[in-house]
């Protein structure tokens, strides 16, 4: 069965340092595997994809991942944290299995310090 | 623009009542997705819609109806059987593989 793991409910950042997010996941079949973000009392908006093109994908507003197939993880990362990245962040898993469903990871608060 | 709209942003239903939100898009997407979404448990699929008259129920379907008569459209009623009702509704759609693309939601409060 297919599921993934937010593995920090929330985390805690300055402006200006790095971010990593981790997510992990349980897949029978190749994943496809999103990162989404939310901002308070808004609809989600897609960061970035991996689908078996490249290992690591690099979305938007400096926002990356890495797929690591050996350790089932699609950690999320940014370099250099900004004011504006404060918001919830889901990692995403899609199940093919002749219809698409998606699960969701139950989502990272980040907050960015001044 | 291409996009989805739900409506009402906000929604408040009294005990007993029946309520419908709306969900339009015009992304000439084929799926259409209802989730809900309470802190701390991200988001749960209540319904999903591959194709026209077509419809399946996710994994919190029950106290919630679907319909799908346009392509367009996947309006969800929430019906007095959903006994917590108080939540962010988030609309969705999809085509192929595609990453799926949200409406800006509606929250919905029992008073």
């Known amino acids: 069965a297919q599921s993934v793991t937010q593995l920090d409910s929330h985390v805690s950042v300055s402006e200006g340092t790095p971010v990593l997010l981790r997510c992990n996941y349980s897949s029978s079949y190749s994943p496809s595997l999103f990162w989404y973000v939310q901002h308070p009392n808004k609809g989600l908006q897609l960061l970035l994809k991996y689908t078996s093109a490249a290992t690591l994908v690099k979305g938007i507003n400096g926002f990356e991942a890495e797929f690591k197939k050996s350790e089932t993880s699609f950690h999320l990362t940014k370099p250099s944290a900004h004011m504006s990245d404060a918001a919830e962040y889901f990692c995403?898993?899609?199940?093919?299995?002749?219809?698409?469903?998606?699960?969701f990871g139950t989502g990272t608060r980040l907050k960015v310090l001044a | 623009d291409g996009g989805i709209t739900q409506s009402p942003k906000y929604l408040f239903r009294k005990e007993g009542q029946n309520v419908t939100l709306s969900c339009e898009q015009n992304?000439?997407?084929?799926?259409m997705y209802w989730y809900r979404q309470d802190p701390g448990q991200g988001l749960r699929l209540i319904y999903y819609?591959?194709?026209?008259?077509?419809?399946q129920k996710g994994d919190i379907a029950e106290g919630y109806s679907v319909s799908r008569e346009k392509k367009e459209s996947f309006p969800l009623t929430v019906t007095s059987a959903q006994k917590n009702p108080t939540a962010f509704y988030l609309c969705a759609s999809s085509i192929g593989e595609l990453a799926p693309f949200f409406g800006p939601g509606t929250r919905l409060t029992v008073l």
């Open positions: 819609s591959q194709i026209v008259n077509d419809f």
């Open positions: 995403v898993v899609s199940v093919t299995s002749g219809t698409y469903k998606y699960i």
């Open positions: 992304l000439n997407h084929d799926a």
